[in-house]
């Protein structure tokens, strides 16, 4: 029995001739963002229509910008003209953007039949502070009375008055460790454990909020309130686990405030001495790791709004930047959201007021607590990825001692929740390559005769005979490779020829250094250095199929079952699909013995796992990490060969694909609808007895050769191109749109 399933649903539509128009338009891949400090940004759109239409592209683009609609047509700021194109990621060609300003966008697109669309609907931007100076006159503040375990975690409140009519108003903020921000007791804080991770010693990450909404005539308050996040503030509270602690740093904060009058003004609040702030709340302890404290006694309540007194709060204290080297870069990733309620399928009584909630689910989450206690009353609420066999909670996956904990007040039932809340695009690629230059030329001074070796090697392996240097010497090969293509795609053409015969000569030591001529195996002849050898090209091609079959012979006699560790398994997966084994696989993941994905699932992970065998060691383990992002590989499997979507060598942007789906074990139907910076595109096969049937759906620009498995293969749109006929297959071109193919499908024929 398979133990994954693809399924995403999709309807095909009836097909007509009709032009499609762009939508969703992005910049930085963000939607309406604000603050942004990317100089020369990336503007981008997708395509649609009403209907499917077949085998249509953009072939060119206009784009105009102003700062105001009534600008775009007569006055526009930027006009790029018609430029003929097929790409949906352009980079802003207009005048030098400056700090805080807005820019209003639209694009329009022709066909390849010459059609025109509308213009899109409107987009905007805005800039960010782009300079250091631009927070002048704003100061780090903090408050220097906060003690752990002496006083709450520090309040911080700008009160200020407003007399003229607002257009609007723009918030500019970081605070460290993590922070809640709120106007007149309105959260204008967007997602939950802000600012989010970075090293504070190289980058201060601020965020941006429109809080125009939040303001009103006469008195307002600006209220923020600090927590440690994964910041090094200072150890928790009650010997809760903690991480990266060295020398402790106070939590503070830097903010600006920009208030735009409709009469043209501007007036600006910034941190500063004028700022009253608190060390005598709730908030006890708030971090990442360990959890938080909360006494409801101490409960300030409404102290972010103007009819809060005030007086016996201090003016905070100045402060300074975390380090004088940092720069200010605006957040441009998204915050973590709060998508999902899950509610306890059990609760059980383990005396002594002590319960047991299980949700059924391992997951990333706080707990939220309502319930009636007498003022004082605590109740501590300690996370679990495991129970012991006693029924008590196990945290020593995941650090201990981690617990929320709440002080009633009682005022009836009370509820708690903790705040510890927390593409095409080569000028990313331009950005960095700099540093991926150095990261080859480090590796370069490592290396002997081109072997790396050193490093963890294949992570977690239940092979661990792979030498160092075979994984040391993928990953150097990795690199250059990857250096290569990207090189060729910024047109950096002596480059890419550079590191793509430094990736050859890589290839060639790792066969000279490893190979078994008499074994017909590579080092030790685990499976990890088989596919490394097959994936860096390594192997002669006399001698593939003798190393392809010496891998899935140790398969094979491990009862269908792989012995690699993480950095391995990707690879694993993609060879034995390249060379037509994917059966191999099938029968993997249909394994609930160990080491495999099922028997982690039939013994209760419902998260990945650190280890193969997730909560039940069966291999002499200890207990490890019950939500961890390893040996995830089977995704890009389901993505490219059960489903079979790949994006072509070379391609970018989606711009063209390979369909070619594997037909394996007894799965008779899957179906998948994912998202390319070009639009949706979906997927769905299914088999009755000989009968298969696949369909396409291709989103506006994309092409694709679609692999066909079986004989008799036909298609419904009859003008199609076929690419390539045999007995076992054949490829058909297609352009944008929906298409069905049906064949004739033998389980015994030989994948191509």
């Known amino acids: 029995m398979l133990l994954f399933l693809l399924v995403l649903a999709f309807s095909l539509s009836k097909v007509r001739s009709i032009a499609f128009e762009p939508y969703s338009l992005r910049t930085q891949s963000l939607y309406e963002p604000l603050g942004i400090d990317v100089k020369i940004p990336l503007l981008s759109w997708r ?19 102003a700062h105001h609609e009534r600008d775009l047509e007569v006055n526009p700021l930027w006009n790029s003209g018609k430029i003929v194109s097929d790409s949906t990621v352009i980079t802003w060609g207009g005048p030098t953007l400056r700090s805080r300003e807005r820019i209003l966008w639209q694009v329009r697109l022709w066909d390849s039949d010459g059609k025109t669309s509308g213009w899109s609907k409107i987009a905007s931007f805005e800039m960010g502070l782009l300079n250091a100076r631009d927070w002048d006159p ?6 220097k009375d906060y003690a752990t375990g002496n006083t709450s975690l520090p309040y911080f409140v700008k009160r200020f008055r407003i007399s003229s009519a607002i257009s609007s108003a723009r918030l500019w903020i970081v605070g460290l460790g993590q922070f809640v921000t709120t106007v007149n007791g309105q959260s204008v804080t967007s997602g939950v454990l802000n600012p989010g991770y970075f090293d504070w010693n190289k980058t201060i990450e601020y965020s941006t909020y429109n809080v125009t909404a939040a303001l009103k005539d006469g008195d307002n308050v600006l209220g923020v309130a600090l927590g440690k996040g994964i910041y090094r503030a200072e150890k928790p509270l009650g010997g809760r686990y903690y991480k990266f602690l060295t020398t402790p740093h106070p939590m503070k904060l830097i903010a600006q405030l920009q208030l735009n009058y409709t009469d043209g003004s501007c007036q600006y609040m910034v941190s500063d001495s004028s700022w009253l702030t608190t060390v005598s709340g709730p908030l006890l302890e708030s971090s990442w790791y360990g959890g938080e404290e909360y006494d409801a006694r101490k409960e300030l309540l409404g102290w972010d709004t103007p009819t809060y007194d005030h007086s016996t709060w201090k003016m905070a204290d100045i402060s300074s930047i975390p380090n004088p080297n940092a720069i200010y870069r605006a957040r441009e990733s998204p915050s973590i959201q709060s998508v999902e309620e899950i509610t306890a399928i059990s609760v059980t009584d383990q005396g002594n007021g002590t319960y047991i909630f299980d949700f059924g689910v391992n997951h990333a989450g706080w707990p939220k607590l309502s319930m009636r206690g007498a003022r004082g009353t605590t109740v501590t609420m300690r996370p679990a990825e495991l129970l012991n066999s006693n029924g008590t909670i196990n945290q020593v996956t995941e650090g201990t001692p981690i617990y929320d904990r709440y002080t009633f007040s009682g005022n009836g039932i009370e509820t708690y929740v903790p705040t510890y809340r927390s593409y095409g695009e080569r000028a990313l690629l331009e950005e960095f390559y700099s540093n991926m230059v150095s990261w080859i030329d480090y590796l370069t001074s490592k290396a002997e005769n081109n072997i790396v070796s050193y490093g963890l090697g294949d992570w977690y392996a239940i092979d661990q005979s792979t030498p160092v240097g075979v994984t ?23 480059d890419a020829q550079k590191y793509s015969d430094l990736a050859s000569k890589i290839s060639s030591a790792f066969h000279t250094t490893y190979f078994n001529a008499s074994a017909h195996t590579y080092a030790t002849g685990s499976q990890a250095a088989d596919v490394f050898a097959l994936e860096m090209d390594a192997v002669p091609i006399k001698e593939q199929q003798n190393v392809i079959q010496h891998l899935i012979n140790d398969i094979r006699q491990r009862g269908n079952h792989t012995s690699t560790g993480e950095v391995a398994l990707p690879s694993w997966f993609r060879m034995l699909s390249f060379y037509g084994h994917d059966d191999v696989i099938y029968d993997f993941l249909s394994r609930t013995d160990s080491p495999s994905y099922g028997y982690a699932i039939i013994h209760g992970a419902t998260s990945l796992t650190e280890d193969w065998d997730g909560p039940a060691p069966a291999r002499g383990q200890s207990l490890s990490s019950q939500n961890h992002f390893m040996f995830a590989a089977v995704d890009e499997w389901l993505m490219r060969s059960l489903a079979g979507i790949q994006q072509a060598a070379n391609s970018i942007d989606y711009r063209i694909l390979n369909i070619k789906p594997a037909i394996v074990g007894n799965i008779s139907h899957v179906e998948v609808t994912y998202r390319t910076t070009r639009g949706w595109m979906k997927t769905r096969w299914n088999r009755i007895g000989t009968a298969f049937t696949l369909q396409v759906m291709l989103p506006y620009g994309s092409i694709a050769n679609v692999y066909v498995p079986g004989m008799n293969a036909t298609s419904n749109y009859g003008m199609l191109i076929q690419v390539k006929k045999t007995e076992a297959m054949t490829v058909f071109k297609i352009g944008s749109g929906s298409y069905t193919f049906k064949s004739v499908f033998d389980v015994n024929t030989k994948r191509e």
């Open 472 to 494: 040391g010497t993928y990953g150097y090969w990795m690199s250059a490779n990857g250096l290569a293509t990207i090189a060729y795609a910024l047109n950096r053409t002596v």
């Open 47 to 65: 395509l649609q229509s009403s209907e499917i239409t077949r085998d249509i592209s953009q072939v060119a683009y206009q784009i105009r910008a």
């Open 138 to 143: 704003a100061v780090w503040i903090k408050n």
